[in-house]
């Protein structure tokens, strides 16, 4: 186990804490083993997808679970993860993705039909979207025009077995913009274990 990686340290923490709570979202909870679960079936899916070293995953989706496994998911892959709002202007939108330029945009069943609209209508370039559904994740690619759906139940459970660079970059998250766009922040693996750490210090 890698101590600056936080889905190694994840998973060390799943075999000793399996059937306990991991996350309350309202009435909803998941355990370790399901949320470890879910974050490798996403993760063995963007594999297939054969996005490249570091590829940047976009997310627009509320906070929650499946926030949350998304998180873990592109953390296994060695992705980088950009975290969208839908309060973010039309403006700030093209400023992220012209800069970004994200190669995957995962999103949620109930979410599906806006995000398109906005994609649409903004003529947002992106590769790959994903939806997850309950039973199954639907993936749409712009590059080769096709449609489908993989359900869930055939995806890989067990961890990935990547290596992950903890020098690399994880995520970029964006200033407020108020004097323009906003500035484009990368963090890395051992970054975000040293403060998530420090946290629980």
């Known amino acids: 186990m890698n101590k600056k990686l936080?889905?190694?340290?994840?998973e060390k923490q799943v075999e000793s804490s399996s059937d306990r709570t991991a996350v309350q979202d309202g009435f909803n909870h998941i355990t370790y083993?399901?949320?470890n679960s879910r974050a490798n079936q996403l993760g063995h899916l963007l594999i297939n997808l054969d996005l490249g070293d570091c590829p940047i995953v976009a997310t627009l989706m509320p906070s929650g679970i499946e926030l949350i496994s998304t998180i873990l998911g592109i953390f296994k892959t060695g992705g980088i993860y950009l975290p969208l709002d839908e309060s973010f202007s039309e403006s700030r939108f093209r400023h992220i993705f012209f800069q970004t330029k994200p190669i995957?945009?995962?999103t949620m069943e109930g979410w599906k039909e806006k995000v398109q609209k906005w994609v649409d209508e903004m003529k947002l370039e992106i590769p790959h979207m994903l939806v997850l559904g309950e039973?199954?994740?639907g993936l749409f690619s712009k590059k080769a025009n096709t449609a489908r759906s993989v359900k869930n139940n055939t995806l890989p459970l067990s961890n990935l077995k990547m290596t992950v660079d903890e020098n690399?970059?994880?995520?970029?998250?964006y200033t407020s913009g108020s004097t323009g766009g906003g500035k484009a922040i990368l963090g890395?693996?051992?970054?975000?274990?040293?403060?998530?750490?420090?946290?629980?210090e």
């Open 6 to 10: 936080i889905h190694e340290v994840f």
């Open 33 to 35: 083993t399901e949320l």
């Open 104 to 106: 995957v945009l995962i």
């Open 135 to 137: 039973d199954s994740v």
């Open 168 to 173: 690399s970059g994880n995520y970029i998250v």
């Open 188 to 200: 890395c693996h051992k970054g975000l274990s040293h403060f998530i750490h420090w946290e629980i």
